[in-house]
């Protein structure tokens, strides 16, 4: 292999590492997270005289919930209107975990081969 091509894949291994770094930074950063989604509701009462039940834009509420699965289960967690910024700001960490987790995962597989590149060319 010529020396500007060694030279090369040895920055581009240094620059997979400064880069992969980065990324695990950017985990150790984040808050608690949880999957799952925020939902609002109107919900029609148990009176069948309620006007509820004649017009959707009467309906009771809004009820907040959180759904989620567990087990291949769907979960509803009813939540407090105060609770409600919470999981949401939960879930977009959840989100931005697995965002970071492909880039990772793509960035090693990137890297492995610049690796695996430098081992069968003995350009250590």
């Known amino acids: 292999m010529k020396a500007i091509a060694q030279t090369r894949l040895v920055a581009m291994i240094r620059s997979d590492a400064q880069r992969f770094e ?16 925020v939902l609002k509701r109107m919900m029609k009462c148990g009176n069948k005289k309620c006007a509820c039940h004649r017009d959707p834009a009467k309906r009771h509420g809004p009820y907040f919930e959180c759904t989620y ?4 289960k769907t979960v509803n967690l009813k939540l ?9 700001d ?3 960490q959840y989100r931005k ?4 987790l492909g880039r990772m995962e ?11 590149q430098q081992k069968l060319t003995g350009a250590d």
């Open 22 to 37: 980065a990324l695990k930074r950017e985990i150790v950063h984040l808050d608690y997270f949880c999957k799952g989604t």
């Open 69 to 72: 699965k567990v087990q291949n």
């Open 80 to 88: 407090y209107p105060e609770m409600t910024p919470l999981y949401r």
């Open 90 to 92: 939960a879930i977009r």
């Open 97 to 100: 975990l697995r965002l970071l």
């Open 106 to 116: 793509r960035l090693s597989r990137s890297a492995l081969a610049h690796l695996a």
